[in-house]
């Protein structure tokens, strides 16, 4: 009987123990994202196609992301904070003063 309980008291200190481990708090989440940019289906010409952006980088962390598109006349990024809704988007167009909105959801 004595064998029993103490057998229960320790299977239940492991469930405890168990438990209390599995609950950690987590590290966010982080990570970048590159994606290639192709323009398939209409001939562009030489000036057109030296303006489009080759590529977009979506970076990652937490609750944060960040996306960056840069082409050879302007770049544009936007940080989106997903807790509160809000946006900030940058635009900087062939040297001119930077051009920042704000929006809130």
């Not at 299977?11 to 609950?23: E, R």
């Not at 990570?31 to 000036?47: K, M, N, S, W």
């Amino acid at each position: 009987m004595k064998t029993s309980i103490k057998l229960l008291f320790v299977l239940i200190a492991v469930a405890i123990s168990v438990t209390g481990y599995s609950q950690k708090k987590a590290k966010p989440f982080k990570g970048v994202i590159t994606y290639g940019i192709t323009f398939e289906g209409e001939e562009l010409d030489a000036a057109t196609q030296a303006q489009m952006p080759t590529e977009v980088v979506v970076s990652i962390l937490g609750n944060k992301v960040r996306n960056e598109q840069i082409s050879a006349f302007y770049s544009m990024s936007s940080i989106a904070n997903m807790e509160d809704g809000s946006t900030i988007i940058l635009i900087d167009a062939m040297g001119m003063i930077p051009v920042i909105y704000f929006a809130k959801n």
